[in-house]
């Protein structure tokens, strides 16, 4: 089975296409028969760049301390003002400008902040060289 995905920037979503060939011997009729089988699925993007936008938002507070917010002055990014006003929205800061963190807020930072450092490690496996099957 093989399959390939494309990523559109405008629709946020992802286009996998998968494809399985059979190919049948058939000696009582002295032929062949090829079967393939195509499937395509668009599933929405789990990460879209608002989402993303907001995740780094929450990745510049310190969870170090209660008694430090941040403010988002108006002549930030529009894509930092806007993924503030988000988290606002989503009652995870204090001020539609940054503020404080709320609970939910503070606990979210935490798990993008986990999130983070785990992407960010280094591996903990080698991967197979390119075109080699990995051990199992």
């Given amino acids: 089975m093989a399959s390939f995905h494309h990523k559109p920037d405008a629709n946020a979503t992802l286009l996998q296409i998968s494809f399985?060939?059979?190919?049948?011997v058939l000696p009582e009729i002295g032929g062949t028969l090829t079967v393939t089988r195509i499937t395509m699925k668009e599933t929405p993007m789990p990460y879209t760049t608002d989402l993303a936008q907001e995740l780094n938002t929450l990745l510049r507070y310190d969870l170090t301390t209660n008694q430090q917010g941040l403010k988002i002055h108006k002549n930030a990014?529009?894509?930092v003002i806007a993924a503030t006003q988000r988290l606002y929205a989503k009652g995870l800061?204090?001020?539609a400008d940054g503020g404080y963190l709320t609970p939910l807020?503070?606990?979210a930072?935490?798990?993008?902040?986990t999130l983070l450092s785990i992407l960010v490690s280094?591996?903990?496996r080698n991967l197979p060289a390119q075109g080699e099957a990995a051990a199992v």
Avoid: W
């Avoid at 399985?20 to 049948?24: E, F, K, S, Y």
């Avoid at 930072?109 to 902040?113: D, G």
């Fill in 20 to 24: 399985i060939t059979v190919r049948l």
């Fill in 77 to 79: 990014d529009a894509e």
């Fill in 93 to 95: 800061v204090s001020q």
């Fill in 105 to 107: 807020g503070r606990e």
């Fill in 109 to 113: 930072a935490a798990h993008a902040q």
């Fill in 122 to 124: 280094e591996p903990k």
